[in-house]
């Protein structure tokens, strides 16, 4: 019998989305868990899987249309259904003998990265890229979860140095005449003048709208210091190649800002709360989000109860949001609260900024570039290793006083990293 293809349910949070991209076509052979389309929502982009087998009938809801939870996106119908149809709109076929089964021929492939009888799972950042590099997925060994095809793999096969396997070899290039001369591009005169309309993702759309609701609901106010960033930058130096091979990861300074940051939490618990009415709910865990830049727009992973991570298990978790946020595959529980902020506009060249806060957060810390400036140490002049970091916060909860010795707290327990360790 006929299935609904639904919306799901994603999250408390999310109760619509856009159709992205249509993976299958009507008329197409589906099997059950077949990727069908894709949605975008505010937070994450997810794949809606074929909840039975049989052919894609109908599609209810076109590329760009916004739909809720619940609404119907389209129709499967039993294979079986669909060929008794098809048999009897046939007509004269009717009277035709049946065709013996050895004689039959094969059934056709479905359409979407099938090869033979292995179908290749893969994010949409990997079919992207596969397609911007004429990359054929089906030849591509997927790093996933259950064999997933993830966009590193796609560039890893495109560059020649992935482990899997090998994508065909490419068709000859045939060779071309030089075109006359009055083929050569037309140079752009003067008065050519070009504008494109793209519409907004689901994602930046509701940045946007966000971002202006935080502004004047917040009483925003940001405060500035410097750190000097020698030790950490020397212990790192001392570390980094033990410390790469017992975790297999580099050791940067996100977790050193992470670990001082819980520090200063705790001595000043109003940065670490929200406002619910007229109530403060002041938080005595520490989930930290992360702020990664991907190509659909910044995301807020979180770091669970960070105040329990290594060093190693934070850099660890920092890598992989960083990775799956560029891939498409952070989840929504990935995302999902978080009691303070981290942003860092360093990776970008940012050498100041006033970052804006995560709602319903009070407080948000911004770093910077890392720069060798000139700076006095008793009495003489010296050249340092020096970042300027920010302090978003909320002046409804936190006061000015706070706000300052929280910073300073923070620049404290970076410039002595071995505070960290026994605060």
Do not use: C
């Not at 006083?401 to 002595?416: C, G, N, P, T, Y």
């Amino acid at each position: 019998m006929p299935a609904n293809i639904v919306v799901p349910e994603v999250g408390e949070s999310i109760v619509d989305a856009r159709v992205g991209k249509w993976l299958r076509k009507e008329g197409e052979t589906v099997a059950v868990g077949d990727p069908l389309v894709e949605l975008e929502t505010d937070k994450i982009d997810l794949e809606v899987a074929a909840p039975q087998g049989g052919v894609l009938k109908r599609i209810e809801r076109k590329d760009g249309e916004d739909v809720k939870v619940g609404e119907v996106l389209g129709v499967i119908e039993d294979a079986a259904a669909g060929a008794a149809d098809r048999s009897l709109g046939a007509g004269a076929q009717l009277s035709s003998p049946p065709v013996p089964a050895h004689d039959q021929p094969p059934a056709p492939e479905a359409a979407s990265n099938v090869t033979g009888s292995e179908k290749t799972r893969s994010t949409p950042a990997a079919r992207k890229a596969a397609q911007d590099r004429e990359v054929d997925l089906s030849r591509v060994q997927g790093s996933g979860d259950a064999g997933r095809v993830m966009r590193r793999d796609v560039e890893q096969a495109a560059a020649g140095t992935g482990n899997g396997r090998t994508a065909a070899a490419p068709e000859p290039v045939k060779a071309r005449a030089t075109p006359p001369v009055s083929e050569a591009p037309r140079p752009s005169s003067a008065g050519d003048r070009t504008e494109e309309r793209v519409r907004m993702s689901k994602r930046r759309a509701t940045i946007a709208r966000r971002l202006v609701e935080v502004q004047s609901t917040a009483a925003m106010l940001t405060t500035f210091n410097e750190v000097d960033m020698s030790a950490v930058m020397a212990l790192r130096e001392r570390h980094k190649q033990a410390f790469k091979e017992r975790h297999g990861i580099g050791l940067g300074i996100a977790s050193f800002f992470v670990k001082a940051s819980i520090g200063a939490l705790r001595a000043f618990p109003r940065i670490n709360a929200e406002i619910q009415g007229d109530e403060m709910v002041l938080k005595h865990y520490y989930d930290i989000g992360v702020a990664v830049g991907a190509s659909e727009g910044l995301v807020v992973p979180v770091l669970r109860d960070a105040d329990r991570l290594t060093f190693a298990q934070m850099e660890q978790q920092i890598r992989d949001f960083a990775r799956r946020a560029e891939d498409g595959s952070l989840s929504l529980a990935d995302l999902k609260g978080g009691t303070f902020t981290i942003t860092n506009g360093g990776v970008f060249g940012s050498l100041l900024s006033t970052p804006i806060i995560n709602p319903p957060q009070v407080g948000i810390l911004g770093l910077h570039a890392i720069q060798p400036r000139p700076v006095a140490v008793n009495g003489q002049v010296v050249i340092k290793a020096m970042m300027y970091v920010a302090l978003t916060y909320d002046h409804r909860i936190v006061d000015g006083s706070e706000a300052v010795q929280f910073l300073v707290r923070i620049k404290e327990l970076v410039e002595d990293p071995g505070a960290l360790l026994i605060d």
